[in-house]
């Protein structure tokens, strides 16, 4: 799984929904794998098959079954996604089924850190832009976009461009793709300094 | 003399590796590293190909919760046939444990429980701490004064191997509740309105502390509750600054610390509590006497009324949030204008993190007590912990239930995330005290109303949604 992103154009898929939560992403059903593995056919299971089933019969108006948005790897969507629980499998179901981006609005807190620790780019833009994306999408379902990391700039579809804010330390691994553990490894002596000068409040071990 | 400053700047300022600058986040010492079997195995796994050790076994505590049966009639064995996968991550996680020295309340440990249950319960989570845990729920342990937080599994990894984590410095909110809370109206009722006030969005990026009287007046288990819903308004953690309350809690609890230590350690808490002075990025203010019971009617938290009022009209919600409102009440099967109260249910839920602690089960059973749960309702009481089940077993509670009707379970998450094999059947209502009323989220198809203990238990006896005030009156 590339962790890297640097620049990609593309065609969006649009789910104007708001406060999607990763429960929708990713059901509990699906987080009892002990890998990464398997995870893209229960993404959005519920809106996506009959019963929410993936061996059922897929639910033709969603978004992910229709033709036109059937090679779309970016995702457009409402306010506040992937609110509600922490499970990294959200993006992991995401990046699982091939989508590189997500846009909307707003994203929740841990599910942009999340995503930025797996490849998958969330780009922030603010209700103009984001109602002309799904205006766009909807007159031509294949419109693109192109978003640039390094220039931390998305295209838009009547021309011009806009920026988006993204974390720069996320945007410096991403492109350069590297992990943030590797970062952190390094910082062993300044966390030995930590300990040595703070000591454990507790010894989880001692009970 | 330093600036004032808040509860959540001294705690970050303490567990400062390295500050950040230029971009570049901060890196945090964590003092409590809380597992479980769900979001853990892909970090191990993590670890290992990169041939790393867990760094501090120590301050990392293990169990096992969210896919465990609930059902006292399900031992290992036959879980193994019911649910080889559930099966398969928990013996992942002993596995885990065992070659790295952490310790594991497994099945059968009368210390195992919900982690967010857990962790105060034996004092291992204590004012100014930071802990973390690879669930989103992990706000609860602000209620001791300690910022806790939720993280992803690439982070718990980054935890296990190195005790940090690379974070940017989020801003503060005060949610100040005044007041005195009406009868029938707790510690649930209060989180409910905080989010319909705010939205589910409404605390991103930001830390809660809550405060005000309405706050200073509520228990532990009261202020558990609260934190435990931060993350429900959108916020990673909330706090609540330790006081005698906070402190006569932890006292004598298996992990707080004792003698000497624990003298020490009062005097460094008592410092903790926000200064005189010190500015909030920013406030918000409820007013507790004018609360009431809260329930929810859609699927988000956000999305809550008081018990007597009514499902909001359209021309209440803004114009580009009701495509999604309707959505919303198409999922539940309501209509905007509708009463929730005398809706009929199909299903009880007490349990949660949310919602399990001892005082949760002793308020729900002082309003079972006596009577009978009504005709063909399931309720479920699942209590959080080991502990809280033998508590409740010793003081009478347990036989409260049972005599009423209600089903005694096993500690666990249980139908709050419905991996367990506890869930609801399609179409189905519940009225729950846990914290999602997602599409689902108690099982396929199923319908959620959020509500205090309280509230489902008056509801239990009618199989209706049901003002508590209406049956202790």
Known sequence: MSKSFTRYTGTMAPLPIQNIDTDQIIPASYLKVTDRSGLASGLFSRWRYRDGDPEGDPISDFVLNRAEHGEARILLAGDNFGCGSSREHAPWALVGYGFRAVISTSFADIFRSNALKNGLLVVPVGEDVSAALFDAVAADPATEVTIDLEARTLSLPGGGETNFEVDPFARRCLLDGTDQLGYLLNQAPAIQAFEAANAARLDTRSD | ?473
């Open chain 2, 1 to 473: 003399m330093s600036r004032p400053r808040t509860l959540f700047e001294k705690i970050w300022r303490r567990h400062l590796v390295t500050a950040g600058k230029e971009g570049l986040p901060a890196t945090i010492y964590v003092d409590l590293h809380l597992v479980h079997e769900v979001t853990s195995p892909q970090a191990f796994t993590g670890l290992d190909e990169r041939g790393l050790p867990v760094r501090r076994p120590d301050l990392t505590l293990a169990t096992m919760d969210h896919s465990t049966p609930t059902d006292p009639s399900i031992d290992d064995a036959r879980l193994r046939v019911l649910d080889p996968e559930g099966s398969a991550q928990l013996d992942r996680l002993q596995a885990n444990c065992e070659r790295h020295g952490i310790p594991l309340y497994a099945m059968g440990d009368e210390r195992r429980g919900i982690v967010h249950v857990i962790g105060p319960e034996l004092g291992a989570t204590q004012p100014g701490m930071t802990v973390v845990c690879g669930d989103s729920h992990t706000s609860t342990h602000g209620a001791v004064g300690a910022l806790a937080f939720g993280i992803g599994t690439s982070e718990v990894g980054h935890v296990l191997a190195t005790q940090c984590l690379l974070q940017h410095r989020p801003k503060t909110y005060e949610v100040r509740v005044d007041g005195r809370l009406p009868e029938g109206v707790v510690a649930k009722d209060i989180i409910l309105a905080v989010i319909a006030r705010l939205g589910i969005g409404g605390g991103t990026g930001h830390v809660f502390e809550y405060t005000g009287e309405a706050i200073r007046a509520l228990d532990m288990e009261g202020r558990m509750t609260v934190c435990n819903m931060s993350i429900e308004g959108g916020a990673r953690a909330g706090l609540i600054a330790p006081d005698e309350v906070t402190f006569s809690y932890l006292e004598g609890r298996p992990m707080a610390p004792a003698g000497d230590a624990w003298e020490a350690a009062l005097d460094d808490w008592r410092s903790l509590p926000t200064d005189e002075g010190a500015v909030y990025d920013r406030t918000t203010t409820l007013d507790g006497s004018a609360l009431e019971p809260m329930v929810t009617y859609g699927t988000n938290p956000g999305m809550a009324i008081p018990i007597a009022g009514a499902v909001p009209e359209d021309d209440a919600i803004e114009p580009e949030k009701r495509a999604s409102f309707r959505k919303a009440l198409d999922y539940m099967a309501l209509e905007p204008g509708q009463q929730l109260q005398g809706k009929p249910i199909d299903v009880v839920f007490v349990g949660s993190c949310t919602n399990s602690r001892y005082s949760d089960l002793e308020a729900a059973a002082n309003v079972l007590r006596g009577r009978k749960v009504a005709d063909g309702l399931r309720v479920l009481i699942v209590p959080g912990s080991d502990a809280v089940k033998r508590q409740a077993e010793r003081d009478g509670l347990a036989q409260v239930f049972v005599d009423a009707g209600a089903e005694w379970r096993e500690a666990g998450c249980s139908m709050c995330l419905a991996m367990n094999g506890d869930q609801l059947a399609p179409g189905q209502y519940a009225v729950s005290t846990s914290n999602r009323n997602f599409e689902g989220r108690q099982g396929a198809g199923g319908r959620t109303f959020l509500a205090s203990p309280l509230t489902a238990a008056a509801s239990a006896i009618t199989g209706r949604v049901t003002d508590v005030r209406e049956v202790l009156s």
